[in-house]
């Protein structure tokens, strides 16, 4: 069982920067993959990040291309999210998910553990 809590939300202007946190309990949490999808109002869940249990490859969605940096430090049980020159676009609710397979997924489905999610909000 893991335990997914994120942090790291708030209001930014764009061209600004957010760090998000995800906190992972649980003894297992270094075998997971390690994904972060965010949801807009009347939208889908949208996949942003991931990264495999051991921190040696990362994928993007194209709109979080050479603006998101996803990170992980398995000694502190913790997953982050930096993001650069904000887009009001990607205004969002954002989630930290666990893959227990360890290989990741940009699909929402392939993810077991879930955070409560962070708010991510991007003026102009």
């Known amino acids: 069982q893991v335990q997914l809590v994120e942090t790291g939300g708030g209001l930014v202007q764009a061209g600004g920067s957010l760090r998000l946190s995800c906190a992972a309990s649980?003894?297992?949490?270094?075998?997971?993959?390690m994904g972060w999808f965010r949801q807009a109002p009347g939208k889908e869940r949208d996949f942003v990040a991931v990264?495999?249990?051991?921190?040696?490859?990362?994928a993007y969605a194209d709109s979080a291309k050479g603006r998101f940096t996803i990170s992980r430090d398995n000694a502190k049980n913790m997953v982050y999210l930096q993001m650069n020159r904000l887009k009001p676009e990607d205004t969002a609710v954002y989630y930290c998910?666990?893959?227990?397979?360890?290989?990741?997924?940009?699909?929402?489905?392939?993810?077991?553990?879930w955070g409560q999610g962070t708010q991510v909000t991007v003026s102009s």
């Open positions: 649980g003894r297992t949490f270094t075998s997971y993959a």
């Open positions: 990264v495999t249990w051991t921190g040696g490859s990362t």
């Open positions: 998910a666990a893959d227990q397979r360890g290989t990741g997924s940009r699909s929402w489905t392939r993810y077991d553990y």
